[in-house]
């Protein structure tokens, strides 16, 4: 990559930063007001969701797949808080999705440095919270979605 394209993607990083700060603070009072009330406030997950749903496709754009793979998974487990139950289910999505953001602002502010072995190891639970839930939703890739569209 030219320096040109690489002091590009630095800038692209550092305004995506600045944007998730004011998500993170949206995102911080989302899951404060659900762990205030639990069953009342659950709806509030789909917040949480549509802000992961940005930083993915951001994540993605800027060439951090790894930023967007946490992103994915924080988004299938708040839509799944939506539909939890009980109190503990709801808990345990309210607990894992303040790792996903601590993460996600964490790696972003550090995206130079190595970090795989911290992102494993929160995938893993993430992925491990997701199957409690009974997974996550079917996804369709490019392929499907060119087959699909050549039909009409």
Known sequence: ?????????????????????????????????????LESNK????????KMFAI????EQLGLPHIAEIAYLGEEISLK???AETRPQIRKCVGSLWDALTTVKYLLENYTAET??????LKNRLQD?????GGA??????????????RK
Request: hydrophobic share 30%.
């Open 1 to 37: 990559m030219n320096s040109q394209n690489e002091h590009d993607r630095h800038e692209g990083i550092q305004d995506f930063i600045r944007e998730l700060s004011d998500f993170a603070n949206t995102a911080e009072e989302t899951l404060t007001k659900i762990e205030n009330d």
């Open 43 to 50: 709806n509030l997950f789909s917040v949480f969701a549509e």
């Open 56 to 59: 993915r496709g951001t994540s």
């Open 81 to 83: 808080g939506i539909q």
């Open 116 to 121: 795989s072995e911290e992102q494993a190891i």
């Open 129 to 133: 919270t997701l199957k409690a839930f």
């Open 137 to 150: 939703r079917p996804r369709v890739n490019q392929e499907e979605i060119e087959k699909l569209l050549n």
